[in-house]
């Protein structure tokens, strides 16, 4: 059973380590310099990240 544990676990990491990633090269302040339209495209983003984040790897729902 430690095995499985250690799957998920390693699972879990590999996504926080994939929306920590998005979160942080799609920020609108980091895309600022762009046009209107890519900064929205990139606040969805964020947001759909964040709430992953929250829902997946903090267990917030």
């Keep these: 059973m430690p095995k499985v544990h250690s799957e998920a676990s390693k699972k879990a990491e590999s996504i926080k380590e994939c929306l920590t990633k ?4 799609y920020h ?8 209107e339209d890519w900064k929205a495209l990139c606040e969805q983003i964020s947001m759909v990240a964040n709430n992953l984040y929250s829902k997946d790897v903090k267990g917030i729902h």
Aim: no cysteine.
């Design 28 to 35: 609108p302040d980091r895309n600022s310099k762009y046009d």
């Design 22 to 25: 998005a979160t942080r090269l």
